[in-house]
Nanobody
Framework: QLQLVESGGGLVQPGGSLRLSCTDS????????IGWFRQAPGKEREGISC????????YYANSVKGRFTISRDNAKNTVYLQMNGLKPEDTALYYC????????????????????WGQGTQVTVSS
């Protein structure tokens, strides 16, 4: 059983940057596709990015495309979400999720395709 932990959230001004991390201290993430999701108060959980096991396939929701970058460092057993040009509407609780996929060169977009979830890290963008 994976135990995912997110970190790196905080309070930033509009236009600022944060880098979120997703890791597991005991279990390898190497065979998992990883997705990032967020949920703001009163809104549905939104899939914003994912990265495949192999081939470096990535997906970005239109709301974050061009501003966010997902990457993985297998040596550190960590997946990152670099967030630049943050906007107030990016304020949400951010989750990472993992699944061992059927297709290793793709990553799922829907939340129900993932088996393991972290506890979330809060991102607040405000002046």
């Amino acid at each position: 059983q994976l135990q995912l932990v997110e970190s790196g959230g905080g309070l930033v001004q509009p236009g600022g940057s944060l880098r979120l991390s997703c890791t597991d201290s005991e279990n390898s993430l190497d065979h998992n596709a990883i997705g990032w999701f967020r949920q703001a108060p009163g809104k549905e959980r939104e899939g914003i990015s994912c990265i495949s096991v192999t081939d470096g396939f990535t997906y970005y929701a239109n709301s974050v495309k061009g501003r966010f970058t997902i990457s993985r460092d297998n040596a550190k057993n960590t997946v990152y979400l670099q967030m630049n040009g943050l906007k107030p509407e990016d304020t949400a609780l951010y989750y990472c999720a993992a699944v061992v996929p059927v297709y290793r060169h793709l990553c799922p977009v829907g939340q129900f395709e993932y088996d393991y979830w972290g506890q979330g890290t809060q991102v607040t963008v405000s002046s």
